[in-house]
C-alpha cells in the first residue's frame, strides 16, 4: 500500500478504471450471491473465490457520488441480509458451510474485503487466496529439518524453505564442510527471517491447501539495493562469508559490495556460535564507498532500537519484512489501523498486530489520529504495492511472541476479552508466566449453530477452551468451545501414543495405503502391508471410503501417524514394545518380520524399535532356510533374550521356552570364569564366557575396576580378543551372564553371600552401590541379594547427598547391621567408621590396574613401548638432564629415553639450585607408567641409600639386607614422611627403615567421591605396614594410614564410642599376632581381642600339638565375643575374650 515516487503517483490515475471497474462489479452482485458471501463471513471462514483486493495509496478515480452510491447499496445489502438470516433454506445453508469449511480459517479476514481509495475501511491481510509469488514476508522458524525449513507467516500460513533456497550459492564453497547437516548450525526454532515466495502449488494429499515455497537468499530479497542507497543506521541482514582475525567478512547476497563486522562490535554476550553462512543482523556503523565495505555492529539491543530513517527517493523495492519505521496514525479503520511512513508509503495494521496484544471493544480509542508510534513491516506485495505492518510488542523488539500454550491443553477459566458480533471470541487464556490471546471463529463455538454471539457470551465471563492451534508470529492461539472437543481419546498429534487402539475413518485410499482420520479430525496412514494380515494387491477392495474400523498406531514421528490394520497386533493382549527401554529380558511380545537373512530375522516393534532374531532362535529344522519357514510382514510372537537399550541392540527369540543348561553345566554365582571381549559397547564390555553351556557374558563399566577413572580408561583401551584371566559371575539370566573384574569382589568371592542365611550381623562384607535414593543406598551382593543402608547410616555425617556421595556401581565395604529373617531384609551401613579397610587391596588394585592400562596402551607396539620401565626401578638413582624448571618444579628429560619425562617438586630439590641443561643424578620415588612421567628426588637421603647399597662391601650389603627385611614386617606400625602428594595416594618415607619408600591411599572403598584430607609435603604421619614389595604390589611397600583405617573427625570419635559390641556378637577380626598360647586379633575401630588355645576346637581330648599352625598374620577370621577381660593390656586398652569354635560360631553352646 504505497507509492515510491510522484512518477508511480502519476501512473495511478491509469490504473484507476480497471480498479474502479473491480471494485463495482465486486459489489454490484446479486443479492443471493452477496447472502452467501455474508453467511460465510458468520463462520469466519472466507469462501474460496473471495480475493480480498488490496486498498492502495495515491489518487483513485471515483467520484464522490460513486463511492456514496456504492457504500448505500453495499449497507442496504448487508442489513437485508441481517434480517433474512433465519429464511435461509437449510440445503443453502449447509452447502455454504461446507464450502466455508474447505478454505482456511483466517483471522485476518474478520472483515471481509476492503474498498479501494484514499479511505479503505479494512486493513489487508495474506491469505492462501491472495498470495502470490514475488511477496515479501516476515517469518518465525517453526521447524529446522535436514532438508528444509519451516517458517510460519502471517495470518498463521506456513511455508517451506528448501535447503537450496535458504542460502545464496555463492557460499556453498564456504560452507562445504557442513553440507550434509548444513540448516542445523544456522537456523534455529524461533528466528525471525525475512523471505520472498517463489511458487504455490497445490496440496495433492489436503483437497483446498497449497504449499508455499520460499526463499530466503538475500539476493532476491534485497534485489535493488546498491551502495549508494546503504545509509549509516540502516539495519542489514548479511550472511557470514569467512571468518578472518580481526572479525568477518559479510556477504549481502549482491555482488556490488561487500561487509565487515569487527570482533569487537559482536555483543559479547550474544552466545552466537559465529559460523561461514550465518545470518546476521547489524545496524551500519561507516561505509567506505572507495573499497566498497559496509561496517557493521551486531549489538541486538542496538539492532531491535534502530528505525529507518527518511530517504529520499526510496522505492518499495528496499522495503524489507522486519524494517522498522517510525508512522504516523492516517485513519481508523473497521478492524485496523492505516499508518502513514517515510513519506511517500501507507500501511495497513490489522486487529491482531496492534499494541495491545489483548485489545478490547474500545480498542479505536487508543490510536488517535496523527499519532505517532513505531512499527514494522510484516509483508510487502510489490505488485499491488501493498504494505502490511505489526504494532506488537515482541515483534518490535525483534523478537517472536513466546509460546506459553501447547495444542490440546485444556483451560477452564479463559476469559471473554471481546465479543465479535457474528465472527468469534478473543479469549485471555491464564497461561503462565503470563496470559496469552486466542481466538475462537463462530463455527467452533458450539456444535449448534450460534445466532447471536453477543447475547450468549458477555464480555469478562469465563468459558472452557481447548488449545485448537498457535500463530507463531502472531502470538496468538487458536481455541474450540464445542463440547466434541474435550470427548476422545485423540484431540492432537500429542495425544496420539504407539500401541494404543483408536477407531478410524477412512477417507482415502491408494496404492500406498490408505489415509485414516480419528473423530478429533487427526489424521494417519496405514501402509499397504498393513492393511491386512496377508499380502493386498487390490487394496480399494479391501477398504472402502468412508468404512470406519478399528486400527492401532504403530509410531508418531514429527506429526506422522501411521497405524496397522493386521488383525493379530489390533487385537494382541501381550505388552507393547515402543522403547529399548521397555526391552526386558525374558518380555513376550508381537512385531513382525522386515527383513529375512541366511544368519536370522529382524522384527520391528512399535514407535521403529527393531531386534534381532538369530538363526538358532527361529526353531527351525535342520538344513531348513529361515525363508521357507516366514516370510516379510508376518506377525510373529518374540521373546526378549537380552537388550543393551544405550546401543539400540536386542537379541530375540521365537522360541517362549529358553533352552535350558543342565544343572552340571551351570554356572554358580559366585563363581570365576574367564573371558574373551567380543564387543565394547557404550555402557558395558560384552565378552565370551569360557564356561561350558553359556556364551556369552556382559561387564558394565563400572565393573571394571575398583576406581571409577581406572573403569572408564580401562574401558577406552580394552580392543576385542583381549581375555580377561579373572571375572566373578555377579548374577546368572537367560543364559547371560553379568560379571564383574572388580579386585575386591574377586579376592572376596568366596566370602561373597548370595542369599540372606549366609549374612551375619556385625560382619563386613564387600559389595556395590546398585542403587541411590533420598531416603539411602542399595548395596548389591551376588544375585539378586540387596541390603539397605538408610541415610543415617550411610556416612558419618549427618548432611550428607547421597547422590554427590557415592555412585551407583561403587565398590563399598558395608557393616551388617540387622538381618529379618522373615522379611529377608537386610540392613546395613557404609559408615567409614565401622567399614575400613584392614587390608591395602584398595591401593593394591590400584597399581595393578594402572600397569594394565599401560600395557594396554602399549599393546600395539607388542609391548615394547614398556621396556622404558626396566631402567626406572623406584628406589634406585638415576642421571638425567635439567630440561626447564617452572612454578610446579623440574622437569628433566633422559638421553636413553626422550619420551620419558621426570619431575622433582620445589620440596624434593632440598634446598638446591639446578639450571636448565645442567646433568644431575637423582633418586626415583615413583614411576607412572601410563602418563610416561616419572617423580624424583634430589634428596641426599635417597640418594646416598642407592649408593650404599650398591658398594662394593657385599657382606655388608647382604647383612644390611637380612636386617631390613627382619626389621620391617607386615602389619608393623611405622611413622613415615609424605614425600609427595598424589592425586589418589601419597609417597611416603620410612626414616627408622633407612628411608624406604612406600604408598598409601588417601581415599578407601567408601570415600572415593569424599573430600579428601589434605597432606603437606614433610608430614609425618602414622602408617601400618600391609604389604612388602612383590609382584602382586607392582613391586611397592604398600602401606594403611591410620587417618584411613580410624579416622580421627570427631563425628568418627562418637561413632566410636557409639559402635559397642555385644558379648555373643560375631566380628570378623584380622590377625596381627600369633603366640603360643593365643591369637592376637584387632576388628571394628581400635577394638583388640584374643583368642585362646581352647577356643579353637570343640574336642578337647584331641590336642593337636601346633593348634596354631594353619593361621597367619594378617588372616580374617570370623569369631564370636564371649567375654570381656577384666585385665587390661597397657599397651592396646582392653582385650575382647574370642571364639572361633564351630559350635560357638552356629550358636549352639552359646544359646545353651
Known amino acids: 500500500m504505497a507509492a515510491s515516487s510522484r512518477k508511480s503517483q502519476k501512473k495511478s490515475s491509469k490504473d484507476g478504471p480497471k480498479f474502479n471497474k473491480a471494485s463495482k462489479n465486486q459489489f454490484k452482485n446479486s443479492k443471493k450471491q452477496i447472502n452467501d458471501a455474508v453467511e460465510a463471513q458468520d463462520l469466519a471462514l472466507p469462501p474460496d473465490d473471495d480475493v480480498p483486493v488490496f486498498p492502495r495509496g495515491g489518487g483513485h478515480s471515483l467520484t464522490q457520488r460513486e463511492r456514496d452510491e456504492i457504500h448505500a447499496e453495499v449497507d442496504a445489502e448487508f442489513e437485508a441480509v441481517e434480517r433474512g438470516l433465519h429464511k435461509k433454506n437449510k440445503k443453502k445453508k449447509k452447502k455454504t458451510e461446507r464450502k466455508a469449511n474447505e478454505t482456511v480459517d483466517d483471522l485476518g479476514s474478520l472483515f471481509g474485503d476492503g474498498i479501494s481509495g484514499k479511505l479503505p475501511r479494512y486493513a489487508n491481510k495474506i491469505t492462501l487466496k491472495n498470495i502470490s509469488a514475488g511477496m515479501k514476508l516476515w517469518g518465525v522458524v517453526a521447524e529446522v529439518n535436514e532438508k528444509d525449513l519451516v517458517i510460519c507467516l502471517p495470518g498463521g500460513l506456513r511455508g517451506l524453505a528448501r535447503a537450496a533456497d535458504a542460502l545464496d550459492p555463492i557460499l556453498d564453497n564456504e560452507i562445504e564442510a557442513n553440507e550434509d547437516n548444513l540448516l542445523p548450525t544456522i537456523f534455529h526454532v524461533g528466528q525471525l527471517v525475512s523471505c520472498i515466495v517463489l511458487q504455490l502449488d497445490d496440496d495433492k494429499k489436503e483437497i483446498g491447501k497449497r504449499k508455499i515455497w520460499l526463499s530466503l537468499r538475500l539476493s532476491l530479497l534485497y534485489k535493488g539495493l546498491s551502495l549508494e542507497t546503504v545509509q549509516e543506521g540502516m539495519v542489514l541482514t548479511a550472511y557470514v562469508k569467512s571468518i578472518e582475525d580481526h572479525g568477518y567478512i559479510l556477504h549481502f547476497g549482491l555482488p556490488s559490495f561487500t561487509g565487515f563486522l569487527p570482533r569487537n562490535n559482536l555483543a559479547e554476550n550474544s552466545g552466537i556460535d559465529v559460523k561461514p553462512g550465518l545470518l546476521l543482523q547489524g545496524v551500519v556503523r561507516s561505509i567506505d564507498r ?45 478492524n485496523g489501523v492505516m499508518l502513514s511512513f517515510l513519506t511517500y508509503f501507507t500501511g495497513t495494521v490489522d486487529i491482531f498486530h496492534l499494541q495491545n496484544t489483548f485489545p478490547t471493544t474500545n480498542w479505536k480509542n487508543d490510536y488517535n489520529q496523527h499519532k505517532k508510534v513505531n512499527a514494522r513491516i510484516l509483508f510487502v506485495d510489490p505488485t499491488s504495492r501493498a504494505v502490511g ?16 500454550v501447547k495444542v490440546g491443553d485444556i483451560y477452564d477459566q479463559s476469559k471473554v476479552v471481546r465479543v465479535d458480533r457474528g465472527l468469534g471470541l478473543l479469549l485471555d ?19 449448534e449453530e450460534v445466532r447471536k454471539l453477543e447475547k450468549k457470551y458477555k464480555e469478562g465471563s469465563c468459558v472452557r477452551v481447548r488449545i485448537l492451534g498457535f500463530r507463531h508470529l502472531e502470538g496468538l492461539a487458536t481455541g474450540i468451545l464445542k463440547a466434541s472437543a474435550f470427548e476422545g481419546l485423540v484431540f492432537t498429534h500429542s495425544d496420539v501414543k504407539p500401541g494404543m487402539v483408536v477407531k478410524g475413518k477412512v477417507i482415502a485410499v491408494d496404492s500406498f495405503g490408505a489415509i485414516v482420520q480419528f473423530p478429533g479430525g487427526v489424521k494417519a496412514l496405514c501402509p499397504l502391508p498393513h492393511m491386512s494380515e496377508f ?6 477392495k479391501k477398504f472402502k471410503v468412508g468404512a470406519e474400523l478399528v486400527f492401532r498406531v504403530l509410531g508418531v514421528k514429527s506429526k506422522r501417524i501411521t497405524v496397522t490394520h493386521k488383525k493379530t497386533l489390533v487385537k494382541s493382549k501381550l505388552a507393547i514394545l515402543s522403547s529399548y527401554a521397555e526391552a526386558t529380558d525374558r518380555l513376550i511380545t508381537h512385531g513382525w518380520i522386515t527383513k529375512i537373512e541366511k544368519h536370522g530375522c529382524f522384527v520391528r516393534f512399535y514407535n521403529g524399535v527393531q531386534g534381532f532374531a538369530p538363526r538358532s532362535e527361529l526353531g527351525l529344522d535342520p538344513g531348513c532356510e529361515p525363508s521357507s519357514m516366514y516370510h516379510v510382514g508376518q506377525v510373529v510372537k518374540c521373546r526378549i533374550m537380552s537388550s543393551i537399550p544405550a546401543s539400540r541392540r536386542i537379541n530375540l527369540s521365537f522360541m517362549m521356552k529358553p533352552t535350558r543348561v543342565s544343572e552340571d553345566d551351570l554356572v554358580k554365582l559366585g563363581s570365576l570364569v574367564s573371558g574373551v571381549v567380543d564387543v565394547v559397547t557404550p555402557n558395558a564390555v560384552v565378552v565370551y564366557v569360557i564356561a561350558k553351556g553359556y556364551s556369552k557374558g556382559t561387564i558394565p563399566t563400572e565393573h571394571l575396576a575398583d576406581h571409577l577413572e581406572h573403569a572408564t580408561v580401562m574401558k577406552s583401551v580394552i580392543k576385542p580378543g583381549y581375555e580377561f584371566d579373572q571375572l566373578l559371575v555377579l548374577d546368572n539370566e537367560s543364559s547371560n551372564l553379568l560379571l564383574s573384574a572388580k579386585y575386591s569382589l574377586i579376592n572376596s568371592a568366596q566370602q561373597l553371600p548370595s542369599d540372606a542365611s549366609h549374612i551375619h ?24 541379594l540387596t541390603g539397605f543402608a538408610p541415610r543415617s547410616k550411610a556416612v558419618d555425617g549427618q548432611r550428607a547427598d547421597l547422590s554427590k556421595t557415592y555412585y551407583v556401581g561403587q565398590s563399598v565395604r558395608s557393616n551388617i547391621l540387622d538381618v529379618n529373617s522373615e522379611t529377608g531384609r537386610i540392613t546395613l551401613s557404609l559408615k567409614q567408621s565401622c567399614c575400613s579397610s584392614t587390608d591395602a587391596s584398595f591401593m593394591q588394585e590400584h597399581f595393578l590396574l594402572e600397569e594394565k592400562i599401560a600395557m594396554l596402551q602399549s599393546s600395539k607396539h607388542n609391548g615394547s613401548e614398556l621396556k622404558w620401565v626396566e631402567g626406572f626401578i623406584i628406589g634406585s638413582v638415576i642421571e638425567g638432564k635439567v630440561h626447564e624448571s617452572n612454578d610446579f618444579g623440574v622437569v628433566v628429560s633422559f638421553e636413553e629415553h626422550s619420551d620419558v619425562y621426570g619431575f622433582i617438586t620445589h620440596h624434593q630439590l632440598a634446598g638446591a639450585t639446578v639450571e636448565s641443561g645442567s646433568v644431575i643424578q637423582a633418586a626415583i620415588l615413583d614411576v607412572a607408567k601410563a602418563e610416561r612421567l616419572v617423580d624424583l628426588s634430589l634428596k641426599t637421603v635417597f640418594i646416598d641409600r642407592f649408593r650404599e647399597a650398591n658398594s662394593n662391601r657385599q657382606a655388608q650389603k647382604k647383612k644390611r639386607k637380612r636386617e631390613a627385611s627382619k626389621d620391617l614386617g607386615v602389619h608393623q606400625t611405622v611413622n613415615a614422611i609424605v614425600e609427595i602428594v598424589k592425586e589418589n595416594y601419597l609417597v611416603l618415607s620410612l626414616p627408622e627403615y633407612n628411608h624406604s619408600i612406600g604408598y598409601a591411599s588417601v581415599s578407601d572403598y567408601n570415600t572415593q567421591k569424599f573430600p579428601q584430607k589434605q597432606f603437606l609435603n614433610g608430614q609425618s604421619v602414622i602408617a601400618t605396614v600391609m604389604a612388602l614389595p612383590s609382584s602382586s604390589t607392582a613391586g611397592r611397600l604398600l602401606l594403611l594410614l591410620k587417618a584411613i583405617s580410624e579416622t580421627e573427625t570427631s563425628s568418627s570419635k562418637r561413632a566410636k564410642k557409639k559402635s559397642s559390641y555385644d558379648v555373643g ?3 570378623q577380626a584380622e590377625i596381627t599376632e600369633i ?20 577356643e579353637v576346637n570343640d574336642d578337647k581330648s584331641n590336642v593337636v600339638e601346633n593348634l596354631f599352625s594353619n593361621f597367619k598374620i594378617g588372616q580374617t577370621v570370623t569369631a564370636r565375643i564371649i567375654a570381656k577381660s577384666n585385665k587390661p593390656d597397657m599397651k592396646k586398652s582392653f582385650l575382647w575374650e574370642l571364639s572361633i569354635k564351630p559350635s560357638m560360631l552356629t550358636g549352639k553352646w552359646f544359646t545353651a
Open 290 to 334: 572507495t573499497r566498497k565495505v559496509v561496517y557493521l555492529s551486531s549489538d541486538p539491543d542496538t539492532v531491535s532500537k534502530c528505525v529507518t530513517k527518511d530517504l529520499k527517493g526510496i522505492s518499495i523495492d528496499l522495503l524489507v519484512p522486519g524494517m522498522m519505521v517510525s508512522t504516523r496514525v492516517q485513519s481508523i479503520l473497521e
Open 535 to 540: 499380502e493386498i494387491v487390490k487394496p480399494g
Open 1065 to 1067: 556378637s560375631l566380628v
Open 761 to 784: 550381623p556385625n560382619s563386613v562384607v564387600h559389595g556395590y552401590v546398585c542403587n541411590i535414593i533420598e531416603t539411602g543406598c542399595f548395596v548389591r551382593f551376588l544375585g539378586r
Open 429 to 447: 487464556i491464564p497461561s503462565t508466566p503470563v496470559s496469552t490471546p486466542a481466538y475462537v471463529t463462530i463455527s467452533d463455538v458450539a456444535e
Open 1075 to 1094: 603366640k603360643p598360647l593365643e591369637l592376637r586379633l584387632k576388628f571394628g575401630i581400635g577394638f583388640h581381642g584374643r583368642i585362646h588355645i581352647t
Open 389 to 404: 505492518l505489526t504494532l506488537n510488542p515482541y515483534l518490535l523488539h525483534n523478537r517472536a511472541p513466546p509460546s506459553h
